[in-house]
C-alpha cells in the first residue's frame, strides 16, 4: 500500500470510537451513544459515505476529531438520506468555522439531491474561541439560511437526546419534526449565556426540559430512549416513500361503537383514527400540545395521509389558539410533501371568551385558514358529530 494511502487510512481510523476510548467513556457515564453509534443505528449497514472526515478546528492549538461534527450520506430502509451528527465529545459539540463549512456542504448536497435529512444536535452552540479566527466574525457563512432553505423540499428530522443550545437549538427549531428523549435541554442560551444577560445562574437541566417542550409544542415526538428515538424517526420518513404494499385493515364494525349516542358525551377521536388507519400505521405528532386537535400521520390502504382530528375529549373540540397552531404547522407539513389529508370534523367552531382573546386567537385561527387555502393537496372532510362556525 502506497504511504499516502496508509497515512489517510489512519487519520481516517484516529477519529472512530475505538481510537477515542476516553471519549466514548464519557458518553457512557452519562447514559448516551455516541454521534457514530447513533448514525450507525440510524443507516443501514455499510451504506454511510462520510464527508470531511479529516476536518480538524481551524487553530492549530486545537484538536477534535472531524471538528465535532459528523456529515454525510447513506442508506435508511434503502432510501438515500443525508446525515449530520454534532460530536458532544468534541467541545460540546459546539459549532466552529470549520464544522459551520461543513453544514453548508452537506445542505448543498441534500437540497441538490432533494435527500431527507436526519440531524442529532446536542451541542452548546457557537464555539467562541474558534468561530471568530480569521473570518470576520464568520458573517460569511450560510448556513442558517441553507437549513431553512431545505425546509418544504425535503424532510427534515431534528433529534435532540442532550443539552441544545443556542445555534443547535435554532437548527432544531427549522426542523419538520423534532424527536427527543427524557434527557434533553433545548434552548436559545446554556447556562453562561442566561447568567450573562438575566444575572440569574440556572443548571442546564433547569433550561428547556422536556416537560416544558413536550406541551408547548417545541417537540413533536417524545422518545423513551435513543432507540426509540432513532425507531421513531424511521417510521417517520417511511411516509414519504412509495406507498407500502403489505398492509392491513382494521376491524371496521369497531367503528359503530366509538361516538355515542348521546350527543353530550365525549369520546376519544383517536380511536376513529385507529379504525380509519390501517393498523399500527399512525404517529401522532404533539400529543400533549393543542389538544383540542390530534394531528396523525397514517397509511390507508398503504398510502400515506395526514390526519386533522377535532378531539372532544379536550374543549369539547372547541379549536383554541394552541390547537390552529397545531393544525397550521400540519397542513403545511402535508401540502409541503404531497400528502393528501383527512380532516374528522366534531366541533363546535372556534373557542369564544374574553380569556380566549388574550391568547390572539383571532391571528391564530385566521394563519390557520389561510395554511388550508393555500394547500394544494387533495382532502376532504368526514363529519363526525357537528360542524358549526368556522370549525
Known sequence: MR??????RELRAATLDAARPEAVAKRRKTGHWTA????????????????????RPIRDDMEGAADGLITGTGQ????????????????AGTQS???????DRIFEVAEQLQLPMVCWLEGGGARPHDLNAGSGLGLDLTTFMAFARLSGQAPLVGIVTGRCFAGNA????????????????????GPPLVAAALGETFTPEQIGPTDVHEPNGVIDLL?????????????????FRAPSESWQAPDQDALREIIPDNPRRAYNVRKVIEGIADVDSVLELRPKFGRAIVTSLARIEGRAVG???????????AIDSPASDKASRFIQLCDAYDIPMLFLCDTPGLMVGPEIEKTALVRHSGRLLINLAAA?????TVILRKAYGLG
Open 76 to 91: 435508511v430502509d434503502g432510501q438515500s438520506c443525508a446525515i449530520m451528527a454534532y460530536d458532544y465529545t468534541v467541545y
Open 36 to 55: 457514530r453509534e447513533q448514525i450507525d443505528a440510524m443507516l443501514d449497514p455499510g451504506s454511510f459515505a462520510e464527508y470531511g472526515a479529516l476536518t
Open 307 to 317: 390526519v386533522i382530528a377535532n378531539q372532544p375529549m379536550f374543549l369539547a373540540g
Open 223 to 239: 422518545a423513551a430512549d435513543e432507540g426509540e428515538a432513532i425507531a421513531l424517526a424511521k417510521k417517520y420518513l417511511a411516509y
Open 170 to 189: 435554532n437548527l432544531a427549531g427549522m426542523c419538520d419534526v423534532l424527536i427527543a428523549t427524557p434527557k434533553a435541554n433545548i434552548g436559545m442560551a
Open 3 to 8: 504511504k499516502d494511502v496508509e497515512k489517510i
Open 97 to 103: 468555522l470549520i464544522n459551520h463549512k461543513k453544514h
Open 376 to 380: 394544494t393537496v387533495p382532502f376532504m
